[in-house]
């Protein structure tokens, strides 16, 4: 079945005269994650520190004269400034150089937020499972984010289902990783289609694509919006779901998607 993949992300940073430059690296361990501030070589400061979103100092750390670079652990050690991620009131930080009690700089810092997503609709041998929506994603972020919910919210789905959401993801990893993938399957939900996620509008198959909106919530949270261009091409071919008889079409593809939105609520 034809599927789509792209990555796409969210970053905020600004610049100073005593910051040169802020990466993220990750160590051996994919688990590890820091933040890389260089600094400038007269940068003539004693003490680098990031605060959080109303000034608390969640990591702070002498500065020799010669030093210009500086890690700060963002995932792993009781001094990882993003986890545990319930705790986090904010994703907005800011990074500050003082020399003494004197501010010499503060810089906006907030963590990327990446998704590498790869769409295919799924249509095998096992009815059940006819039509589903199979969702693989590769956390790009900055930070462990776990999709916790999707579900169909707009298109031929919603009206031939009779619910503003359809579908249910399967279970994740609990301890998704920076750098890690899951894959899991978006199923439908209703009694009587039984789990045929992409039932065809009035039991006819269509060549000419159709949109649908998914929505995928992670932890914060964070929700994505993404547009699928779906054809639900092929001959149309009957079963029964649990007594209840239905339709799923032969050839689902996906010609399409974007990422159309995405949220943050704090």
């Given at each position: ?164 959401r359809v579908g249910s993801l399967t279970a994740t990893d609990p301890a998704w990783a920076i750098g ?87």
């Amino acid at each position: 079945m034809a599927g789509c993949s792209v990555s796409v992300s969210e970053e905020r940073w600004t610049e100073s005269e005593h910051i040169e430059r802020v990466t993220t690296e990750r160590r051996g361990n994919p688990r590890v994650v820091d933040l890389v501030v260089e600094l400038t070589a007269d940068h003539g400061a004693t003490t680098f520190a990031v605060v959080d979103a109303v000034d608390r100092p969640v990591f702070e750390t002498p500065l020799r004269p010669d030093q210009t670079v500086v890690r700060v652990p963002l995932e792993n050690g009781v001094d990882a400034i993003l986890q545990p991620v319930a705790r986090l009131a904010s994703l907005d930080h800011e990074l500050v150089v003082r020399d003494g009690e004197t501010e010499l700089a503060r810089q906006s810092w907030r963590p990327t937020v990446a998704f590498g997503y790869e769409l295919e609709l799924l249509n095998d041998a096992a009815v059940d499972i006819a039509n589903s929506l199979q969702i693989t994603i590769r956390n790009n972020s900055d930070l462990r984010l776990q999709p916790l919910r999707a579900a169909i919210v707009s298109g031929f789905p919603t009206d031939v289902h009779n619910s503003d959401r359809v579908g249910s993801l399967t279970a994740t990893d609990p301890a998704w990783a920076i750098g890690g993938q899951t894959t899991a399957r978006l199923r439908a939900n209703h009694p009587t289609l039984g789990s045929n996620l992409l039932a065809p509008p009035d039991g006819e198959c269509f060549t000419e694509a159709q949109p649908i909106e998914v929505e995928i919530a992670y932890e914060l949270p964070v929700i994505d919006l993404l547009t699928l261009d779906v054809a639900l091409a092929g001959e149309p071919r009957p079963y029964d779901a649990d007594g209840s008889p239905a339709v799923y079409c032969s050839q689902p593809t996906i010609e399409s998607w974007e990422l159309k939105s995405r949220e943050f609520e704090l």
